[in-house]
């Protein structure tokens, strides 16, 4: 899995600062289907190494989260299927972490088929914090606070 990165920020008070990863990811037997297509429920799993990547980037993986007394369980998630990927193919996937001001983190994603550039799909999810017992927590962490400060100083 090759790792490609960028850090951006935006300037302008219509955009919001973002963070944005990209790795690429072959394409492999087991996930496709009879039709030699990328079964469905994969593209949710190339999210979640989308979302590894960038977060091991930038130093909000989940075991830094979970070693502060947090969770991050996603609440809502969305794919649109655009075009097919296939056994053989290297899909690149395109992360964007979204700043936002609430106690949650949202993700854009873009997964690009490395051949011809083309989008095979695009999807969202959001997450939200809780304590290790599950209770939700209205207000951003401090530790996630300071994160999001050190970043777009």
Known sequence: ???????????SLSESPKLTNRIEVPIRF????????VWHGH???YFELGREALANEYGLNYLNVYEQGFMTPIVKSSCEYKKSLTYGDVAVI???WIFNAAA???FHYTIYRKSDNRI???GE??????DTKGKLQLIAPPFFEEWKNKLFE
Do not use: G, P, W
Request: net charge negative.
């Open 1 to 11: 899995m090759l790792v490609i990165s960028a850090f951006q920020t935006i300037n």
């Open 30 to 37: 087991h996930e496709v289907d009879a039709m030699n297509i």
């Open 43 to 45: 593209y949710y799993k």
């Open 94 to 96: 395109e992360t964007t």
């Open 104 to 106: 949650k983190i949202i």
């Open 120 to 122: 095979c799909a695009s």
């Open 125 to 130: 999810t959001i997450q939200v914090f809780t």
